[in-house]
C-alpha cells in the first residue's frame, strides 16, 4: 500500500564475495555474516535498503571505482597501496596471515619452510601478496580460500596462506588440515568506500563506534570459531 514511499527508499549496495566464512558466506541463496550485520547497520543508519552483490575478491575494487557498489565489506584489509584507490573507515577487526597445511604435514612447521613450495592462495588478497615474496615460492590463485583447501588435501599445493578466522572456520570442520601456530602478518579489516566519499565513511564509523560499545562481543560469540 505504501508504494510510493517503498520506491523513494533509497538502497545501498554492499560489495563482497561471500566465500570468507565467518565474515561473509552463503546460507542458501542468501549472504550471511559478520559484515552482513555491520553493513544492516549502516543501511538502518541510513535509512535505506541493503542489496548485496557478491563477486570475486579482486573484482571488488574496480565495482567500488565504477560506482557499481557503494562500500566494501569484505574482511579487507587496509594497505597502503589499496589507499590509493579507495578510502577506508575506522578498522573494526584485527586479524593475520596463518599458514595451513594438511593434518599429517611434519615438514612445514613455518614460514622458513615455504621456500620452493607451492601455496594456495586466494587471488588478490593480503595471503597473495605475502605468498609472492617468499623465495622461490610457486604461487597457485583460487577464487576461493575453500578451493585452495581443497587442493590441499588433493596434494595439488603444499600449503595455504589464509585470513586467520576462515582458516580457523575451515579446519573446526575438516581434521584433515592444520593452522600452524605464527602469524605472518598483522592487518585491519576496515570497509572502503569510493575515494571521497565522506560521508558514507562518516556514517560507517559511527555505526562501528556504536558497535563498540554495545554490540561486537555478541557478533564476535555469535559467528566466530572458539
Ligand atoms: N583480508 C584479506 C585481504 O584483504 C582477505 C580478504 C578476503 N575476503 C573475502 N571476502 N574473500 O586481502
Known sequence: QDQANAGEKKVIVMGTNAEFPPFEYREGD???????????????????????????????????????????????????ERKKNVDFSNGYYEASQVIIVTADNETIKGPEDLKNKKIGVQLGTTGDMEAQNIEGAEVVQFNAGFAAIMDLQNGKVDAVILDSEPAKNFASQNNQIKILDVELTKEEYAIAVKKGNTELVNAINAVLEELKTSEYDRLVQKYFTA
Open 30 to 80: 542468501k549472504v550471511v555474516g559478520f559484515d552482513v550485520e555491520i553493513a544492516k547497520k549502516v543501511a538502518e543508519k541510513l535509512d535505506a535498503e541493503l542489496k548485496i552483490e557478491d563477486m570475486l575478491f579482486d573484482g571488488l575494487i574496480p565495482a567500488l571505482e565504477a560506482g557499481k557498489i557503494d562500500f566494501i565489506a569484505a574482511g579487507m584489509s587496509v594497505t597502503e
